[in-house]
């Protein structure tokens, strides 16, 4: 059996989870205004937000102080704005890059889209128009090869047929 | 960010005037430069980052459906830029690959512990030190005045998430910093 626990024992026990709850609470409720305070200064907060953060703010040091800190980082990063640029970047000029991307982009087209386009038609109409001249030569040159062997033939033929009459 | 003179150089460039394109070119390279420096962390990265900006948005500003939307669209494409090199990177081992954990400062990021007496040195150290998602939602916010919900387009994140990585980054950078500003 179990020793019975005094009455201010329970008490101390009981006291040290309400504490333990009320500062959990606490900070939750600390991390809650200071998440509105950061919305606060980024007007970012709703009006009747405003109005429970600012009462909160009245009597919580510790988020008062998070606002002032918060203001004082933003006015330290606006004089941390990159005012000078490196020489690299601010002697640069748009024509610059933009003649730079027009040498990459015929680079590009030669490979690409130009050159798919250019690629079957241009040599096919050339190798056409070639062999449509070195046909007509072949053609012309064959008709007349032909033409006095189709005589000497027609000639020999009718040689044949007037010997084999005579006969 | 909507500005009627970034609508009026869009169409001039659509119509055909490629010069045109010089004077968005001017106009935000120091901003598209600064936003893929502190990404990047890196001068070189950051040069081939921001040519490779423009040179895309040029290729493709037909696409861009609305014109006043220009500078939006442009940093939309710079952070693909960017996400393209830290992938590289991240893919040489030389960067730890982004996680869900709680932990938002990477650990990856060497911590020079020499005494910096420069408000922009500290500044830029202790924002490069911090992961890539909470550096990225936090330079849109302070340097590009961005709102929460062009954040979250232009990352893809919720809004609500974009406002907890806000919170958080801010957290964690004044907490860094008090005890160089004591």
Known sequence: MRPPISFNAQAERAIGVLAGILAEETNMDHIHYQEQASQFIDMELEDQDATSLFSHLSVCPECREFLKESLQLRSRMAHSVVSTLPQGVASLEWATIANNKSRKLSHISLNSSAQRKTAGPLPAIVFLLFMFVVGGLLFSTRIEIQRPQEYVGSTNSNVSQVGNLSR | ?182
Not at chain 2, 99 to 107: G, L, P, Q, V
Not at chain 2, 146 to 160: K, M, P, Q
């Open chain 2, 1 to 182: 960010m909507q500005t009627s003179t970034d609508e009026i150089v869009v169409r001039q460039v659509r119509a055909g005037d490629s010069n045109a394109f010089g004077e968005l070119y001017e106009k935000y390279k120091g901003n598209v430069y600064a936003y893929c420096y502190r990404l990047l962390q890196n001068q070189s990265s950051a040069e081939d980052a921001l040519q490779n900006t423009f040179m895309k948005a040029f290729q493709s500003i037909s696409t861009l459906d609305d014109a006043t939307a220009f500078k939006y669209w442009l940093f939309m494409i710079a952070r693909n830029e960017v996400y393209t090199v830290l992938r590289k990177v991240r893919s040489n081992g030389q960067v730890k690959s982004l996680d869900d954990s709680d932990d938002i400062w990477d650990e990856q990021t060497p911590f020079s512990k020499a005494v910096q007496t420069d408000t922009v040195d500290i500044i830029q150290e202790l924002l490069g030190q911090l992961k890539t998602e909470y550096r990225e939602v936090l330079i849109l916010r302070e340097y590009e005045q961005l709102t929460y919900v062009e954040i979250a387009a232009l990352t893809g994140d919720t809004v609500s998430s974009v406002k907890s990585r806000i919170f958080k980054a801010r957290k964690a950078l004044t907490k860094k910093l008090k005890p160089y500003f004591k």
